[in-house]
């Protein structure tokens, strides 16, 4: 079992920055594929970025490359979603997502994911 727990979601402008954390316990955490979605009200739970094990590869939703930055600290059991120039679209639940099948092909889609967290409200007003 893994157990994700997200933080540093929160409400901020249109241009400004955040960075979410996802600290991880259980399992190895260095043999886990990490990802990060997110979900608007209303909205299917989309792919936003991914991490492979050791941090070698990165993955990124179009629309957010180039703004945002995957992150790994293995010591630390942690993944980190550096997000820059927010934007109001970017508003959504996001959550951190691990997996330890699949391949880089598969890092897009939940489904491939078996643990996730509980989710931190990120909301960028205009």
Not at 14 to 31: H, Q
Not at 40 to 69: C, H, L, M, Q, W
Request: with cysteine.
């Amino acid at each position: 079992q893994v157990q994700l727990v997200e933080s540093g979601g929160g409400l901020v402008q249109a241009g400004d920055s955040l960075r979410l954390s996802c600290a991880a316990s259980g399992r190895t955490f260095s043999s886990a594929t990490m990802g990060w979605f997110r979900q608007a009200p209303g909205k299917e739970r989309d792919f936003v970025s991914a991490i492979s094990k050791i941090g070698r590869n990165t993955y990124y939703a179009d629309s957010v490359k180039g703004r945002f930055t995957i992150s790994r600290d293995v010591a630390a059991n942690t993944v980190y979603l550096q997000m820059n120039s927010l934007k109001p679209e970017d508003t959504a639940v996001y959550y951190c997502a691990a997996t330890y099948r699949g391949y880089s092909r598969d890092y897009y889609y939940a489904t491939t994911y078996d643990y996730w967290g509980q989710g931190t409200q990120v909301t960028v007003s205009s």
